[in-house]
Nanobody, 127 residues
């Protein structure tokens, strides 16, 4: 089990930017995949971006070219830089971690492959 604390959400206008952060309780560099997910009321949680232990990055089509996932092993922190935000990006965002390198490669960013979750941080984009 890995403890995660995510932060950085807020309210911005369309076209604006936010950077989400997720501090992890122990070293994430060696064997864990990390990801960002989002959920709106009444909808299933969906994968947004992920980075595996080797640094390979995966993005949902809806955010490609606008969002960038990165991690800082020295700070045990995962980031999601979100640019050109749209109202449809409004959601609760969650970071997650697990040993999911293989499934990311073959199946994409699936919430069910991640077992440790942050508490969530709200992102609201107004038009």
């Amino acid at each position: 089990q890995v403890d995660l604390v995510d932060s950085g959400g807020g309210s911005v206008q369309a076209g604006g930017s936010l950077r989400l952060s997720c501090v992890v309780s122990r070293s994430i560099y060696s064997s864990y995949s990390m990801g960002w997910f989002r959920q709106t009321p009444g909808k299933e949680r969906e994968g947004v971006a992920a980075i595996d232990s080797a640094g390979r990055r995966y993005y949902a089509d809806l955010v490609k070219g606008r969002f960038t996932i990165s991690k800082d092993a020295a700070k045990n922190t995962l980031y999601l830089q979100m640019n050109s935000l749209k109202p449809e990006d409004t959601a609760m965002y969650y970071c997650a971690a697990d040993q999911a390198d293989n499934v990311l490669m073959v199946a994409g960013i699936r919430p069910r492959d991640f077992g440790s979750w942050g508490q969530g941080t709200q992102v609201t984009v107004s038009s």
